[in-house]
């Protein structure tokens, strides 16, 4: 298994709509803390998960089979490689957050995958961030569970519905609303291009009671849960102001 903590950690911040983060998880059973370790949760467990920026061949061994970050033959501590680590609560819908000022994707490969576990590994198809043109700020991300374990993780694409009301804004491959990298605040610009990320759940949990935020998040438009952040609105989403 690969020493993560050899790259350097990302600055991140979470939030939930139901929930209040705290130093200590009440009711929570789920005692792993490592995202290169297997377990099963439950509904209102932590889950630990984590994020690799890197270049997309990078994820891939031989240059064909896409492994886990957490995977040794990926040697990802020897590449140009940072990840972050989130712990959001299981069925809850969380607005992750990595914040750019000093940390800019295209510096780092330009993709990321989400990923965890280790026996039973899961990971996400490589993800476009950033590069010297354009930088994607907002991706949806379900993490698919069958019987508390795992299974899957997914970027959800809208087809850049959301393009069309903003002129700084760009369609690329039909799928991702994306900004000029020269307008962002770390390339000398104005916009803050932190990323985030809306996290959601689906499947069922180890007492196969069903995992339902992935439908509510279903129903939501794709920068909804940014408006209910008002800490967050300055610092993050200022530049989306004229979308609502």
């Known amino acids: 298994m690969a020493t993560l903590t050899s790259l350097n950690p990302l600055l991140l911040f979470f939030v939930t709509i139901t929930s209040t983060l705290l130093p200590v998880e009440s009711g929570n059973t789920n005692h792993v803390y490592s995202p290169c370790a297997d377990t099963t949760v439950q509904v209102s467990d932590g889950f630990t998960f984590s994020i690799a920026f890197s270049s997309r061949t990078a994820f891939f061994f031989n240059s064909s ?74 991706f949806t991300l379900v993490l698919e569970f069958k019987k508390g374990r795992l299974q899957n993780l997914y970027w959800k694409r809208d087809g850049c519905t959301k393009c069309s009301k903003g002129s700084s804004f760009v369609c690329l491959n039909n799928q991702d609303c994306a900004i000029r990298t020269s307008s962002c605040k770390n390339h000398g610009g104005s916009v803050d291009c932190s990323l ?30 940014y408006g209910l952040y008002s800490n967050l609105r300055d610092s993050l989403t200022g530049q989306y102001n004229k979308i609502f």
């Open 65 to 138: 089979l896409q492994l886990s970050p957490c995977d040794r033959r990926l040697a990802l501590t020897n590449q140009n490689s940072q990840i972050s680590v989130f712990r959001p609560e299981v069925d809850e819908i969380s607005l992750l957050t990595i914040n750019t000022s000093s940390f800019s994707p295209d510096n780092y490969g330009g993709y990321m995958v989400a990923f965890a576990g280790r026996k039973y590994a899961a990971r996400s198809l490589p993800a476009f961030v950033a590069n010297n043109t354009y930088t994607v700020t907002s």
């Open 196 to 225: 985030g990320i809306q996290l959601a759940f689906s499947g069922t949990d180890k007492h196969f009671s069903a995992l339902n935020s992935w439908y509510e998040v279903e129903n939501l438009r794709q920068y909804s849960l």
